[in-house]
């Protein structure tokens, strides 16, 4: 197919193709926590200062049906477009590639098979090799063994991880047509180093299941058809070096761009509440461009001009502004070292019985918490403790909504095999037909919530506080008024884990390194100097107040402490509980009315009532929910050192919020003390008390009965899981079974779009053949080594009575209109010799031809039988006779 590019230097629109420039410069440095001049991003991270390549690099992502994808792709790519394209593909890795050829027929940009160590050059397209990894090194591709078994492979997330690290904003990612969610986490790294990220319509796409899941995570810039793709990535591209200033190695902001940047942030907060103004301007900046490029707005000024009348786009900004990227087991050796190190310390210095808490502050869509769980569970397991002695209570927060609701749901694409290993799979996930669940035990250790760590109030009393990689996205003022808070957050000797390049800056006397390379801190039990804490708070910090909250005494919030005191001390004992009484949390001391049962744990609200309460309460509380309104059980007396109690217990079933919806809240009040000996004479003299004794007892037994049949149904329907959970995991096999299949499903799409390129170019080299052999006239029979028939002509039907079905007999069985007795001679001495033979032989009908014969010879130069031509040289004869006869007379 050919190409269609008109003009090899300008795009179909008439743009020019991406101009770069060599971007020598060392990472900013930050302002550090305590206003001085020290980095709180780890100085040993900064790289020395390099060159980096001066031109964006497009990595093509695509599986099955996504030749078709590819070839219209480049099809529409300029000769001189300044870009390098890298082309991953899902391929067979026992089958030779034709991939570089095939694409080598539609654009002039020369392709090849990447070979290790392949240094990069602009306008050219490169092709992933089978059975190989492809990485990224500064301005090579490098070559690796794939690590996954067959059926299970990523390459193209590997690559667009590596990429991402690399070229940071001159990154691309283009997914194109193809089966599974391979490129997913790819385009969440591309998204985190300000990258671009464009997919192909779905709508035009002939397997659309990789373009979906793309588009699915929120973090794609363009959607179009893949011809239409080349053209959007250059406009973006070549709009993005129009926005900075000349001194672009700082970021810095003209007044106007500030004044404008700053009227962005007043939009973002006025629609959100959320005040985006001290995230560092480099990291919301970039965001704002992509915008600016998608849209084709020249400033940043008519950027914001344009947000004031677009409510949706103030929407996409937000969304693209709270980009967290983030994964299962993200740096692998910091996991191993508080695995190793810091939770069984941890749990040695605690007693059974006590819940430990943690925080995980920015946790995204919830891998992190949930690699905290299982972690915590891993460490229980080694040391032999039972779970139900030792618990973990993780809070994991973050500012975007839809990504807390993605984390309760806890469901995550099959693509996260290459972060988590085979046995955490098989032991904390359930598979299921869109990828993977965290287990309900796992699920069950997290609670999430949104939160804006800056506005809102904090988790106090923490055992461990997980905030990795949100502070480099923070200016000064607000890490200065975050480690603090940490430091309040945690109880004395607690721990904090920090990203990779994170530090604490100067706070060193709050925090002490448990272990600098992996960022785990200790907090310290007390600081030599009084600590200025500023708790969050919903007005929006500036640089005004924050110098002025340093040098003033803090106000007291009166209502605050006046509320927490009379809830304290004055706020009677109450338990929430679910409609079959399992209690969800208590408030107060209710030790008098509740008591756990001895043995096996049971936190059920029937199981720990004390006498007196517990028969009132089997009745009360299916009643209120019933009924949906409170019931009151006055004067019950619960008897307590030889005195009897008299208590209220109210009932109260509970509609809002939604959240607690079908849930009881049971409040217990004391009213007052009747000092009753335990054994009243009248008793045993009363026929009536007698009689109600004996009720109660018959009740209790009854009660136990059923007792008994609830733990005969609850041993049930553990077999039941049980059987369950084995047939779950036949499906969980079949499940792999079938994604393996799957996998060289596309392998197979891969090579039969192969092949099925090269039968249409040999179909047209075949009707090419023909009409070439048709319109000489002349006569052609092709033989095979054995002299059968393989292939003759419709004009030598003339000379030799031949039909369709003689294919393959041999020719001495064909009747022939030639005199011509040697021509088996001849046909065995040219297979002989390899030299051709050359006669003129004529027919019973007086015609002649000139009969040649060559070897038939493969492009491998093998010899594969002869060609015979008849050419008709009978006018030619007839007049050399003619000039014969004249001459004779």
């Known amino acids: 197919m050919p190409h269609k590019v008109h003009n090899p230097d300008l795009m179909p629109n008439g743009n020019l193709p991406y101009k770069g420039e060599i971007l020598t410069k060392k990472a900013p440095p930050e302002h550090v926590l305590d206003g001085s001049t020290h980095d709180t991003v780890d100085p040993t991270l900064i790289p020395e200062p390099k060159t980096y390549i001066s031109f964006p690099i497009v ?100 690559f667009l991880r590596s990429l991402a690290l690399d070229m940071r904003h001159q990154a691309v990612a283009v997914i194109l047509s193809g089966m599974g969610s391979d490129g997913t986490l790819g385009i969440l790294a591309i998204k985190e180093n300000c990258g671009l990220v464009v997919v192909q319509d779905p709508l035009t796409s002939k397997f659309d299941s990789m373009p979906r899941h793309a588009i699915d995570t929120g973090m794609v810039d363009i959607v179009a058809p893949a011809e239409l793709l080349p053209q959007r990535i250059l406009e973006c591209l070549n709009h993005d070096r129009h926005l900075w200033t000349k001194d672009d190695s700082q970021h810095r902001l003209s007044e106007s761009q500030q004044s404008s940047f700053d009227k962005i942030c007043i939009l973002i907060r006025a629609r959100t509440k959320q005040d985006f103004s001290h995230y560092k301007k480099s990291t919301v900046f970039r965001r704002i461009e992509r915008r600016l490029a998608i849209h084709h707005i020249a400033r940043i000024s008519d950027y914001m001009h344009f947000l004031q009348k677009n409510d949706q786009e103030i929407d996409l900004l937000f969304k693209e502004l709270l980009i ?7 740096d692998p050796p910091t996991w191993v070292y508080l695995q190793a190190q810091v939770l069984p310390k941890l749990l040695t210095a605690h007693t059974e019985g006590v819940n430990l808490r943690a925080w995980v502050a920015g946790c995204s869509t919830g891998e992190e918490a949930y690699t905290l769980a299982m972690v915590f569970s891993e460490v229980l397991m080694q040391m032999k403790l039972r779970p139900e002695k030792y618990t973990l209570q ?97 109880r004395p000797g607690a721990t904090l884990m920090l990203g990779s390049a994170e530090t604490i800056g100067n706070y060193t006397e709050l925090f002490s390194p448990i272990d600098s390379k992996a960022r785990i801190y200790r907090r310290n039990e007390r600081p030599q100097q009084r ?21 003033t005494p803090q106000t007291p919030d009166l209502q605050n402490l006046a509320d927490q005191l009379v809830q304290r001390q004055f706020s009677p004992a109450a338990v929430l509980v679910s409609a079959s009484g399992d209690l969800v949390y208590i408030n107060g001391k209710t030790g008098r009315y509740l008591e756990p049962p001895s043995g096996k744990v049971n936190w059920n609200i029937h199981a720990m009532a004390k006498d007196g309460l517990r028969d009132e309460l089997a009745i009360a509380l299916p009643k209120a929910l019933r009924d949906n309104e409170d019931v009151i059980c006055r004067n019950l007396f619960l008897t307590e050192h030889g005195s009897q109690q008299a208590v209220t217990m109210t009932v109260h079933p509970i509609q809002e919020p939604l959240e607690l919806n079908g849930m009881a809240l049971i409040v217990f009040v004391d009213v007052d003390t009747v000092h009753v000996p335990t054994k ?82 040999l179909s047209a080299a075949s009707n090419d053949m023909k009409n070439l052999l048709d319109s000489t006239d002349i006569a052609t029979i092709f033989l095979d080594n054995d002299l059968h028939l393989r292939r003759f002509t419709k004009h030598a039907t003339r000379l030799f009575k031949l039909i369709p079905g003689d294919i393959g007999r041999p020719l001495s069985d064909i009747v022939s209109e030639l005199n011509y007795p040697e021509l088996l001679n001849d046909l065995n001495e040219v297979l002989r010799t390899l030299a051709y033979s050359e006669k ?50």
């Not at 967290?324 to 993200?330: A, L, Y």
């Open 59 to 158: 990595a093509i992502g695509a599986s099955a049906g996504g030749l078709e994808a590819i070839e219209s792709f480049l099809n529409n790519v300029p000769s001189k477009s300044g870009m390098a394209y890298i082309v991953i593909q899902h391929l067979d890795p026992d089958h030779k590639a034709l991939l570089s050829e095939l694409l080598q027929r539609v654009t002039p940009m020369p392709v090849s098979q990447i070979v290790d160590s392949k240094k990069i050059q602009p306008d050219h397209v490169y092709v992933i090799p089978p059975n190989r990894d492809i990485s990224i090194l500064q301005d090579k591709l490098h070559l690796l063994s794939p690590v996954a078994p067959r059926g299970l492979r990523l390459p193209i997330d590997f």
């Open 324 to 330: 967290g990227v983030t994964q299962f087991f993200r």
């Open 394 to 490: 993780i809070f994991a927060t973050d500012l975007d909504p839809d990504a807390i609701e993605k984390a309760r749901q806890g469901v995550y694409p099959a693509n996260i095999t290459a972060d988590v290993s085979d046995a955490h799979l098989i032991r904390y996930f359930n598979k299921q037909e869109q990828g993977y669940q965290i287990t309900k035990a796992i699920r069950e250790m997290v609670v999430f919530a949104t939160q804006n760590i800056i506005m809102d109030p904090p988790f106090t009393k923490l055992d461990l506080l997980c905030c990795r990689n949100l502070l480099i996205y923070l200016d000064a003022d607000l890490q200065k008024r975050l480690i603090p808070l940490f430091h309040y957050s945690l």
């Open 531 to 551: 600590l200025n804490v500023e708790f969050p708070t919903r007005y929006p910090l500036t640089k005004t107040n924050t110098m002025h909250k340093e040098t």
């Open 680 to 761: 009243s004479p009248d008793m045993k003299h009363n026929p009536e008390k007698t009689s109600l004794i004996r009720a109660q007892q018959e009740l209790k037994a009854v009660r136990e009965e059923m007792q008994t049949s609830q733990e005969e149904l609850r041993s049930t329907n553990e077999e039941l899981q049980s059987t369950n959970e084995e047939l779950q995991s036949s499906n969980e096999e079949l499940t792999t079974s079938k994604e393996e299949m799957q996998s060289l499903n596309e392998e197979l799409q891969t090579v039969n779009a192969e092949l099925q390129s090269k039968v249409d170019e």
């Open 840 to 889: 003129e032989v004529s027919t019973h009908e007086d015609r002649w031809f000139q009969v040649k014969i060559m070897p038939y010879r493969t492009l491998e130069n093998m010899i594969h039988g002869v060609v015979i031509t008849f050419n008709d040289i009978t006018i030619a004869k007839h007049l050399e006779s003619r000039l014969r006869t004249l001459a004779k007379e």
